[in-house]
T-cell receptor, first 111, second 115 residues
Framework: DAGITQSPRHKVTETGTPVTLRCHQTENHRYMYWYRQDPGHGLRLIHYSYGVKDTDKGEVSDGYSVSRSKTEDFLLTLESATSSQTSVYFCAITRTGNEQFFGPGTRLTVL | AQSVTQLDSQVPVFEEAPVELRCNYSSSVSVYLFWYVQYPNQGLQLLLKYLSGSTLVKGINGFEAEFNKSQTSFHLRKPSVHISDTAEYFC?????????????FGKGTLLTVNP
């Protein structure tokens, strides 16, 4: 929905390797977000962006970095993946009135 | 900082029974409230939202929620559930301008509808 795609949809990697997840939107929205979802924790905000090259930290940003060089793309990077970063990652955009729309998610497993 | 508490982590019900999923929020400023649904192995889908106006909000699939400012609650209800309503439900709150439209989510309530 809302023209949001995430890639890859599934990834298995090893501890210590870098990983980049991509979120792509087709509707030119200014605000974009990265969340992680873990059982018993709901969704927790990792980083968000309020424009090209404008990003800020969320509540669980340690070990993650982001970049936004174009309006349509928001990248999440794990510089050196750890097993604690095994999770499902969701990208979201805001249309109006705080209403967020979510991408399909990326399931990441760090061995 | 805002917080959202979903009072039940799991709610089992029988088909055609009524259900209420409870959500309390904390905020000292104007707040927007949302319920999202997540079906197994899918992303989150907006069920309904409260931005302003009528405190009774109707959403998709026969769900409704009532905003109660004095009790800081936004409980989700459905008078008669179906097997297909089995999913995880998330309550979320967001502030008005200046918050970069960030949302705070509860930890989720797993609704299981049994035949």
């Amino acid at each position: 929905d809302a023209g949001i795609t995430q890639s890859p949809r599934h990834k298995v990697t090893e501890t210590g390797t870098p990983v980049t997840l991509r979120c792509h939107q087709t509707e030119n929205h200014r605000y974009m977000y990265w969340y992680r979802q873990d059982p018993g924790h709901g969704l927790r905000l990792i980083h968000y962006s309020y424009g090209v090259k404008d990003t800020d930290k969320g509540e669980v940003s340690d070990g993650y970095s982001v970049s936004r060089s174009k309006t349509e793309d928001f990248l999440l990077t794990l510089e050196s993946a750890t097993s604690s970063q095994t999770s499902v990652y969701f990208c979201a955009i805001t249309r109006t009135g705080n209403e967020q729309f979510f991408g399909p998610g990326t399931r990441l497993t760090v061995l | 900082a805002q917080s959202v508490t979903q009072l039940d982590s799991q709610v089992p019900v029988f088909e055609e029974a009524p259900v209420e999923l409870r959500c309390n929020y904390s905020s000292s400023v104007s707040v927007y409230l949302f319920w999202y649904v997540q079906y197994p192995n899918q992303g989150l889908q907006l069920l309904l939202k409260y931005l302003s106006g009528s405190t009774l909000v109707k959403g998709i699939n026969g769900f409704e929620a009532e905003f109660n400012k004095s009790q800081t609650s936004f409980h989700l209800r459905k008078p008669s559930v179906h097997i297909s309503d089995t999913a995880e439900y998330f309550c979320a709150s967001g502030g008005s301008g200046g918050s970069n439209y960030k949302l705070t989510f509860g930890k989720g309530t797993l609704l299981t509808v049994n035949p």
